[in-house]
């Protein structure tokens, strides 16, 4: 089975500083990973996602997140955020493995003020 | 055009009740999914179909019942609401169930309230 940990439930940042979104998984089994973003009242978006190959993955919004297999780890990284990034960011892990769906983590909930 | 959309985006309904909330998909993938976002926000699998066959089915009460009339519909049916069924659904769809990488597209979410 695979899990997910999204180590802040919160973030506060100021506009055009920079943000790290912590995030860390666990599985028996090779994994995918996705970030997703969530704005008001909207559904999910994806931000990125790590397949294979190259552990610096680069998403949409400037954001990208570094993939570290021996620390189980998928970061979320922004070097300057806009206050239009407030929203709330779900880390995913999916398995290589039939019958599975991808699994959540609780959100960090991103607050970018001016 | 909407990729995958809900209907109703609002459910506002009694204890007791029943309701439905429906899902399409124009994207001509294979595998829809029902998750339930909870008022913390969390959001946890409910159902997964493939190709009209259902093939994830978590721990959820046998008053929710999905039915999926072809690859590109998902509907929710819910009997005997309770409080604790408010949360936000969400349908979701993606190309291959368990195909390596295949990311999840999702609605805009349905508001269940019971009062």
């Known amino acids: 089975a695979q899990s997910v940990t999204q180590l802040d439930s919160q973030v506060p940042v100021f506009e055009e500083a920079p943000v790290e979104l912590r995030c860390n998984y666990s599985?028996?089994?090779?994994?995918?990973l996705f970030w997703y973003v969530q704005y008001p009242n909207q559904g999910l978006q994806l931000l990125l996602k790590?397949?294979?190959?190259?552990?610096l993955v680069k998403g949409i919004n400037g954001f990208e997140a570094e993939f570290n297999k021996s620390q189980t780890s998928f970061h979320l990284r922004k070097p300057s955020v806009h206050i239009s990034d407030t929203a709330e960011y779900f880390c995913?892990?999916?398995?290589?493995?039939?019958?599975?769906?991808?699994?959540f983590g609780k959100g960090t909930t991103l607050s970018v003020s001016s | 055009d909407t990729a995958v959309s809900q209907t109703p985006k609002y459910l506002v309904t009694q204890m007791g009740n029943d309701k439905s909330i429906k899902c399409e998909q124009n994207?001509?993938?294979?595998?829809m999914y029902w998750y339930k976002q909870d008022s913390k926000k969390f959001l946890k699998i409910m159902f997964s179909y493939n190709n009209k066959e259902l093939i994830i089915n978590e721990t959820v009460p046998n008053r929710f019942s999905p039915k999926s009339p072809d690859k590109a519909h998902l509907n929710l049916h819910i009997n005997s609401l309770e409080l604790g069924d408010s949360a936000v659904y969400f349908c979701?769809?993606?190309?291959?169930?368990?195909?390596?990488?295949?990311?999840?597209?999702f609605g805009n979410g349905t508001r269940l309230t019971v009062t």
């Open positions: 994207l001509g993938h294979d595998t």
């Open positions: 995913a892990v999916g398995a290589n493995q039939a019958g599975t769906a991808l699994i």
């Open positions: 979701a769809s993606s190309q291959l169930q368990g195909a390596p990488g295949s990311p999840l597209h």
């Open positions: 599985s028996s089994v090779s994994v995918y």
């Open positions: 790590y397949l294979s190959g190259s552990t």
